[in-house]
């Protein structure tokens, strides 16, 4: 195989495995734009105590392990809630603080 016909195999191979990872960040933003937020009427959210707004300022779902999501983020997705968004300043009894 000559230089360029591998140069060129290389830099399309690049292209693809760039385009694929862009569908799939792409993917992923939409859909959770498209999730709804957790109900306070949840069995799970009740379970677990979860509110919207944490009382406690130092505990907020932006700061937790399991949020995972941009602290800048308003709603955003969480491990216990699959499918579902919570709020950034929401709060649960499974809060555990990020690391870092």
């Given at each position: 195989m000559?230089?360029?016909?591998?140069?060129?195999l290389?830099?399309?191979g690049k292209g693809v495995?760039?385009?694929s990872f862009?569908?799939?960040?792409f993917h992923?933003?939409?859909v959770?734009?498209d999730?709804?937020?957790?109900d306070?009427?949840?069995p799970?959210a009740?379970?677990?105590?979860?509110v919207?707004d944490?009382?406690?300022?130092?505990?907020?779902?932006?700061?937790?392990?399991?949020?995972?999501d941009?602290?800048?983020?308003?709603?955003?997705p969480?491990?216990?809630?699959?499918?579902?968004?919570?709020s950034?300043?929401?709060?649960?009894?499974?809060?555990v603080?990020?690391?870092?």
């Amino acid at each position: 195989m000559t230089n360029s016909r591998r140069s060129f195999l290389t830099t399309v191979g690049k292209g693809v495995i760039t385009i694929s990872f862009g569908n799939l960040a792409f993917h992923g933003i939409a859909v959770a734009a498209d999730m709804p937020k957790v109900d306070l009427e949840d069995p799970t959210a009740k379970a677990l105590a979860y509110v919207h707004d944490s009382a406690d300022a130092n505990q907020l779902c932006q700061g937790c392990q399991l949020y995972t999501d941009a602290a800048s983020a308003e709603w955003g997705p969480c491990a216990i809630f699959p499918g579902k968004l919570v709020s950034a300043r929401g709060w649960c009894k499974s809060w555990v603080k990020r690391a870092g």
